[in-house]
């Protein structure tokens, strides 16, 4: 049986084994001194004083060897013989000793209750009948060599019953005390799980957290924290020079808390955040908890569910509107034909038909919102549906418009709806012939088709060499109803970036070297299935 079956296991049993090898070595050292001395005279001259001589020094001899030898005892059998050994031990001395009056069976007693404090159940209770056999057959031995050890056997009944008394009681109290070790354990357990989880989930929040001392000494922040701020660490460093804005916010709300501190950027092209404090108060301490929540996700959840809301509003009344539309630009159309209008009146007539066909825009536009089918993914080789989209584009382009293609060697796939693509890089490419015809005679688009090289994905850009975005228009782009011309809609890119996202991809801005616009799109890997 392995040392497992201890009453007391680990370092509180390891203690107490030390605990009583020190006991016994006092005991044992006690008993040379008295055979070395004149103190024990009158007890020597009633008892057998040589085994009681030998005995003390074999008694403190082999104590040192087994308090050097026993030190992590592997086996329940280990710590059974030695108490068993003590036991015997220390009748043989109740014995050389003379029997009760010597005070041994005392030590009889302390010896069981330590012996069931280290052991339990039966086996302990064995050491404690060892012990009172011993006690009370021994003084039985003595009676029969000396008539006063007669009036003993009361004195020996009492302390075998004492011994009884005692591993009973030391093993209920040993057991309680175990109780209390496995349900502490059990606590700190469950405690250290749930500290574990809390930390789990505050990790992967998406709302940052952070918490600053009053020097503002970075004490926590989870990983959304590190991300909204732009940093790979941040625990133990000074936010000032990280993010004067916040810290400027902080000092704003310490000066009045009821104010709601404004949004900010914590870097260049980074998200909106709004930040919000809690004081704390940790002993003599004051710590501060920052909240810092993305506003720019909120707001285009917001932005889809206006948009949603207004596809189906336009899919309602589309009917009603766009019959009155028609008939205000036929009836335009037939007053520019009309010999008798004049060239004022015609440019009126032609200033309804043009905004009759934007107006309808608008609204083809809406509902093709509302309308939007599924994405259908298929697997395409991106190189050659690339090579026939220029082939067709270039068959219907106006004069003075140039399509360039430029795709590395191999093959290079994607997962995507071929309709959606389509839709998306007609949109991209007439914007960028349109701007580009703004700086040069005629305008022209470059398709460049590669693999990222750190990601390995599908890439495909769509350059022009127009005047670009200027930099406060450029967290706007993708925003519906964003335009930078009078004629157009604002819902192309928007529209294109939908089309990629519901196609595992992503469209992006890039500002292009040496003037104009990139727009990236990163394709999905071809074994991502949507």
């Not at 003590?86 to 000793?97: G, K, N, P, Q, R």
């Not at 019959?323 to 009126?348: F, K, T, V, W």
Request: net charge neutral.
């Amino acid at each position: 049986m392995s040392a497992e079956a201890l009453a007391l296991s680990g370092v509180q049993g390891r203690r107490v084994l030390r605990l009583y090898h020190l006991y016994r070595l006092a005991i044992g050292l006690v008993l040379v001194l008295l055979i070395s001395s004149d103190m024990d005279a009158q007890l020597l001259k009633l008892a057998h004083a040589e085994l009681f001589r030998y005995g003390s020094w074999f008694y403190l001899i082999l104590n040192i060897l087994v308090a050097v030898l026993v030190q992590r005892p592997k086996h329940l059998a280990q710590i059974f013989s030695l108490a068993l050994v003590d036991v015997i031990l220390l009748s043989a001395l109740f014995y050389a000793a003379g029997g009760t009056p010597s005070g041994i069976g005392n030590l009889l007693i302390v010896a069981v209750a330590i012996a069931n404090i280290l052991l339990r159940g039966r086996i302990g209770l064995l050491i404690a009948a060892v012990a009172a056999m011993g006690l009370i057959y021994l003084t039985f031995y003595l009676s029969l060599s000396r008539t006063e050890a007669s009036a003993q056997y009361v004195q020996a009944g009492a302390l075998g019953a004492l011994c009884f008394a005692a591993a009973l009681l030391l093993q209920g109290l040993t057991r309680r005390l175990q109780d209390s070790e496995s349900l502490a354990e059990q606590r700190a357990a469950d405690v250290a799980s749930l500290e574990a989880l809390n930390a789990l989930i505050l990790q992967r929040m998406r709302t940052g957290i952070l918490v600053l001392d009053e020097q503002h000494r970075v004490l926590l922040a989870n990983q959304g924290a590190l991300h909204l701020l732009g940093r790979d660490a941040l625990a133990g460093k000074i936010l000032d020079p990280h993010c004067p804005e916040l810290v400027k916010r902080l000092q704003q709300w310490r000066h009045n808390p009821t104010l709601r501190p404004s949004s900010l950027q914590a870097f260049a092209d980074g998200p909106v955040l709004q930040p919000s404090f809690i004081a704390l108060q940790r002993s003599e301490e004051r710590h501060t908890l920052v909240f810092l929540d993305d506003i720019s996700q909120i707001a285009q959840q917001a932005q889809q569910l206006k948009l949603a809301s207004l596809g189906r509003l336009t899919a309602g009344i589309a009917h009603e509107i766009r019959n009155p539309l028609g008939a205000i630009s036929h009836a335009a159309q037939l007053l520019q034909e009309s010999e008798d209008l004049q060239g004022p009146d015609q440019r009126l007539a032609q200033i309804i038909q043009d905004h009759s066909r934007r107006m309808n825009l608008v609204i083809e536009n809406v509902l093709q919102l509302s309308r939007r089918r599924q994405a259908e993914p298929q697997l395409l080789d991106l190189k050659y549906w690339l090579h026939r989209f220029a082939s067709e584009f270039r068959g219907s382009a106006a004069p003075g418009q140039t399509l360039h293609l430029e795709t590395q060697s191999g093959t290079v796939q994607t997962r995507m709806d071929p309709h959606q693509l389509t839709q998306v890089l007609t949109n991209l490419v007439q914007n960028g012939l349109r701007y580009s015809a703004h700086n040069h005679p005629r305008g022209q688009v470059w398709l460049k088709l590669f693999r990222d090289e750190s990601s390995d994905l599908p890439v495909l850009e769509v350059l022009d060499d127009g005047p670009g975005v200027a930099p406060e228009q450029l967290q706007h782009i993708f925003e519906p109803f964003f335009t930078t011309e009078n004629k157009g809609t604002g819902l192309g890119l928007y529209i294109s970036r939908e089309l990629c996202e519901s196609n595992q991809a992503r469209l992006d801005y890039k500002p292009r070297e040496g003037g104009g616009s990139c727009f990236r799109i990163t394709f999905a890997h071809p074994r991502k299935l949507s």
